[in-house]
């Protein structure tokens, strides 16, 4: 009885190595540009970082707005500020001032 064996080629043994290329290729290619890859993690660090400093510009705002409502308070009221806010409202001005809105 005689059996015909089969010659292994050379690109036979290249398959699995190709194959083994081409995953580590695709999976590295998407960790650096997919959705949640390297790339789109420095554009959200980026973006935290303005949102950080557009939420301190509103902190110190509120906290500007919080002072002056606390001079209208009825126990520290202010004739200076209620003069201010009264003329604001009614828009009176006295002959000899100068308005400038902001």
Do not use: C, W
């Not at 695709?26 to 650096?32: E, I, L």
């Not at 997919?34 to 935290?48: I, P, Q, S, V």
């Not at 009264?86 to 902001?102: G, K, M, Q, S």
């Amino acid at each position: 009885m005689s059996t015909r064996q089969k010659r292994n080629s050379k690109l036979s043994r290249l398959i699995i190595p190709a194959v083994a290329v081409s995953f580590f290729a695709y999976f590295g290619f998407h960790a650096v540009h997919g959705a949640y890859g390297l790339n789109a993690k420095m554009h959200l660090e980026h973006r935290a970082m303005e949102l950080r400093a557009q939420l301190t510009e509103i902190v110190a705002e509120r906290e500007a707005l919080e002072k002056r409502v606390a001079l209208l308070d009825n126990t520290t009221l202010e004739r200076d500020m209620l003069d201010e806010r009264a003329r604001d409202l009614l828009n009176v001005a006295r002959p000899d001032e100068i308005v400038i809105y902001r």
